[in-house]
């Protein structure tokens, strides 16, 4: 089981871009690889998932708006958030599924003003 680690987050304007990281503590080679996020109050949502083959499937709502991509040498994965609304604002937790494991992220507050 790797530990996850989540960075990138912080306050923009709506409009504006973001990029999060996701380091595991090991090899991701294999992983699937999911974003959530958990705004206040509500429950924890999937934002998306990149495959161990690098598919990638999006929710509705952030479908051509965020990038999902994966370095495996650098067991890092990425979230690319563009044209960010005040929708967008809540915790971002990272995921990583193998067969038999699952680990999640500390989560990093993403916060956008409108």
């Known amino acids: 089981q790797v530990e996850l680690v989540e960075s990138g987050g912080g306050l923009v304007q709506a409009g504006g871009s973001l990029r999060l990281s996701c380091a595991a503590s090991?090899?991701?080679?294999?992983?699937?690889m999911g974003w959530y996020r958990q705004a206040p109050g509500d429950q924890r949502e999937w934002v998306g998932t990149i495959t161990r083959t690098n598919k990638t499937i999006y929710k509705n709502a952030v479908k051509g708006r965020f990038t999902i991509s994966r370095d495996d040498a650098k067991n890092t994965v990425y979230l690319k958030m563009n044209m960010l609304g005040p929708d967008d604002t809540g915790v971002y937790y990272c995921?990583?599924?193998?067969?038999?494991?699952?680990?999640w992220g500390q989560g990093t507050q993403v916060t956008v003003s409108s």
């Open positions: 090991g090899s991701i080679f294999g992983f699937s």
């Open positions: 995921r990583g599924d193998t067969v038999g494991a699952t680990s």
